[in-house]
């Protein structure tokens, strides 16, 4: 059964690292209902006065807003305080530069508050993610017809088949609380793309599922200094790998017959993971760069039998470590696997 005895429905945890410029617009698209918790982590900043924003909405909304102060840990280390503080039957992370759509926000109140009247225990409600290019004015939404039956509680052995680019992000996802911390899910500090360890290392403890089919996430792209800007992504390569390392060695795929789509699932994602990764060496093109996307296929060899094939069976995975014309081409591919994976355009 759900957790009744909250009377937080959702704790929205919002990450600030130097925010003040965009963080008012993302704190007050969560306002507006009382059984909702807003956790500010005020992640260090030193360069303008996001410290002080935050503890004006503390003070301004001391029922809902709470205020987290710590030194500089990066993303993870912010949504882990966020993880560990909550008090909601769910949570959901929102960065500080984007914002929830108003109508997909009541619509999603509305649906967690039904599942917690019928006392139904949803272990990941997913909803639409609306990817917003900034600079031109261009969108894309990343929706799961096909892949996950809406308006009903469902379990893995339900769930249809994802499409090349559908993937539950974090940004698509609202966890039950419980699941997180069960989970023993850790997120290291100070690393860049954690955001994909967060969504995956989970999904073992995750039972049941609701596909709530409306545009809730509005996610922000486009500015030079975003982790997903190319520029950046080709700079923090060793990163990729390295997150990559760590859904490899520290999740083991579920082998339960009745988790066959789970594990399938996972699988596929950590294989756009490896690809990305792979693709974005290749485009750097340097010795170490390439050497490091070598070093990726030598560490799934490493892998035990059953994961190892999961993996070879991805063309694209198999295709990241192929060389000369045929590899590049299917290098070249892998790269716009990685730009729909970090920035979804």
């Given at each position: 059964?759900?957790?009744?005895?909250?009377?937080?429905?959702?704790?929205?945890?919002?990450?600030?690292?130097?925010?003040?410029?965009?963080?008012?617009?993302?704190?007050?698209?969560?306002?507006?209902?009382d059984?909702?918790?807003?956790?500010?982590?005020?992640?260090?900043?030193?360069?303008?006065?996001?410290?002080?924003k935050?503890?004006?909405?503390?003070?301004?909304?001391?029922?809902?807003?709470?205020?987290?102060?710590?030194?500089?840990?990066?993303?993870?280390?912010?949504?882990?305080?966020?993880?560990?503080?909550?008090?909601?039957?769910?949570?959901?992370?929102?960065?500080?530069?984007?914002?929830?759509?108003?109508?997909?926000?009541?619509?999603?109140?509305?649906?967690?508050?039904?599942?917690?009247?019928?006392?139904?225990?949803?272990?990941?409600?997913?909803?639409?993610?609306?990817?917003?290019?900034?600079?031109?004015?261009?969108?894309k939404?990343?929706?799961?017809?096909?892949?996950?039956?809406?308006?009903?509680?469902?379990?893995?052995?339900?769930?249809?088949?994802?499409?090349?680019?559908?993937?539950?992000?974090?940004?698509?996802?609202?966890?039950?609380?419980?699941?997180?911390?069960?989970?023993?899910?850790?997120?290291?500090?100070?690393l860049?793309?954690?955001?994909?360890?967060?969504?995956?290392?989970?999904l073992?403890?995750?039972?049941?599922?609701?596909?709530?089919?409306?545009d809730?996430?509005?996610?922000?792209?486009?500015?030079?200094?975003?982790?997903?800007?190319?520029?950046?992504?080709?700079?923090?390569?060793?990163?990729?790998?390295?997150?990559?390392?760590?859904?490899?060695?520290?999740?083991?795929?579920?082998?339960?017959?009745?988790?066959?789509?789970?594990?399938?699932?996972?699988?596929?994602?950590?294989?756009?993971?490896?690809?990305?990764?792979?693709?974005?060496?290749?485009?750097?093109?340097?010795?170490?760069?390439?050497?490091?996307?070598?070093?990726?296929?030598?560490?799934?060899?490493?892998?035990?039998?059953?994961?190892?094939?999961?993996?070879?069976?991805?063309?694209?995975?198999?295709?990241?470590?192929?060389?000369?014309?045929?590899?590049?081409?299917?290098?070249?591919?892998?790269?716009?696997v990685?730009?729909?994976?970090?920035?979804?355009?």
């Open positions: 059964m759900t957790d009744t005895t909250s009377p937080v429905t959702i704790s929205f945890v919002v990450p600030c690292f130097n925010s003040a410029g965009y963080m008012d617009r993302c704190i007050g698209s969560l306002l507006g209902a059984d909702v918790e807003i956790i500010i982590v005020d992640d260090g900043s030193t360069l303008d006065d996001t410290a002080a935050a503890d004006r909405w503390q003070a301004d909304h001391p029922d809902i807003v709470k205020v987290i102060h710590q030194t500089n840990k990066g993303h993870g280390g912010a949504v882990m305080a966020g993880v560990q503080a909550a008090q909601g039957v769910w949570l959901a992370v929102v960065d500080s530069d984007d914002r929830l759509d108003p109508d997909g926000l009541t619509a999603l109140l509305a649906r967690l508050r039904q599942l917690l009247r019928d006392g139904q225990q949803v272990d990941l409600v997913v909803a639409n993610c609306v990817f917003e290019h900034a600079p031109t004015g261009t969108s939404t990343m929706r799961f017809h096909g892949a996950l039956p809406a308006n009903r509680v469902i379990r893995w052995d339900e769930t249809g088949t994802f499409g090349n680019w559908q993937h539950i992000t974090m940004h698509s996802a609202i966890f039950r609380t419980q699941v997180l911390r069960d989970s023993g899910m850790e997120l290291p500090e100070n860049y793309y954690v955001d994909n360890i967060y969504v995956y290392a989970p073992p403890y995750v039972k049941t599922l609701y596909y709530l089919p409306v809730l996430y509005r996610y922000f792209i486009g500015r030079d200094d975003q982790s997903v800007n190319e520029a950046v992504l080709l700079r923090q390569l060793d990163q990729h790998i390295l997150v990559a390392r760590i859904m490899m060695d520290t999740v083991e795929l579920p082998t339960a017959p009745e988790d066959r789509k789970l594990a399938a699932y996972m699988a596929g994602f950590l294989g756009k993971v490896i690809t990305a990764s792979a693709a974005l060496a290749t485009v750097d093109g340097s010795p170490q760069a390439l050497a490091s996307r070598y070093a990726i296929w030598r560490h799934i060899d490493t892998l035990d039998k059953a994961f190892r094939t999961k993996l070879k069976r991805q063309v694209l995975v198999v295709g990241s470590n192929l060389p000369g014309a045929a590899g590049r081409a299917i290098a070249r591919t892998g790269y716009h990685a730009r729909r994976i970090y920035r979804f355009m």
